[in-house]
């Protein structure tokens, strides 16, 4: 267990709706990742953090914003919800240093109709 | 071109059969390599890493070409609960940030 959860798992919003997922880890890792699953595209990054207030873009960050004002608090947030947004949303932990590996959390299924 | 490719299969095999996947990456600075496991509708989690040297783990062996730029994973012995979709994961040395293939989806059959 990587202590990893994510809130809500399941959510279903409308088109132009604010939308906030939020990752919570219980292991004080460093780094933590925001990706998103879609069918044959595999998981792509949408932001990551190496600290507190720390955070970047990944490959796919238009129309996302992240904020971490804790290490065990990364949030991302949908400021407008649109339905190409639609997907699985994956947390991921990790420890600088370590083999590289991530620690995932069980996702949020995102609906945007 | 994809950064990292795999074929998605699906793959559907026999239970005790071996069966082996491919994956090839484009960076040639990526720096270590994974394999990763997903069931479905779960979050991935690592399967093992993938050395130069080839490294065993169980049924389970992997491979690194770096020369062709090319990784594989091979399964002895199929079980039913192999069954998964299993992710090729690049690292490229940017602080950790992890290349992810699409996956390659495993079905073993009684």
């Known amino acids: 267990d990587a202590g990893i959860t994510q809130s809500p798992r399941h959510k279903v919003t409308e088109t132009g709706t604010p939308v906030t997922l939020r990752c919570h880890q219980t292991?004080?890792?460093?780094?933590m990742y925001w990706y998103r699953q879609d069918p044959g595209h595999g998981l792509r990054l949408i932001h990551y953090?190496?600290?507190?207030?720390?955070?970047d873009k990944g490959e796919v960050s238009d129309g996302y914003s992240v904020s971490r004002s804790k290490t065990e608090d990364f949030l991302l947030t949908l400021e407008s919800a649109t339905s190409s947004q639609t997907s699985v949303y994956f947390c991921?932990?990790?420890?600088?240093?370590?083999?590289?590996?991530?620690?995932f959390g069980p996702g949020t299924r995102l609906t945007v109709l | 071109r994809k950064e990292v490719e795999q074929d998605p299969g699906p793959f559907n095999v026999p239970e005790g059969a071996t069966v082996a996947f491919n994956c090839t990456y484009s960076?040639?600075?990526?720096?270590?390599f994974f394999w990763y496991r997903q069931d479905c509708r779960k979050e991935p989690k690592l399967l093992m890493s993938?050395?130069?040297s080839g490294n065993e783990d169980g049924r389970f062996t992997a491979q690194l070409n770096r020369a062709s730029q090319y990784i594989s994973l091979l399964i002895r012995d199929s079980k039913l609960s192999d069954s998964a979709t299993y992710l090729c994961?690049?690292?490229?040395?940017?602080?950790?940030?992890?290349?992810f293939g699409q996956g390659t989806e495993l079905s073993v059959k009684p």
């Open positions: 991921a932990a990790q420890d600088p240093g370590s083999t590289d590996t991530q620690y």
């Open positions: 292991e004080n890792h460093r780094y």
């Open positions: 953090s190496y600290g507190v207030k720390d955070t």
């Open positions: 960076n040639s600075a990526s720096q270590s």
């Open positions: 993938v050395y130069s």
């Open positions: 994961v690049v690292n490229e040395g940017q602080g950790g940030k992890l290349i």
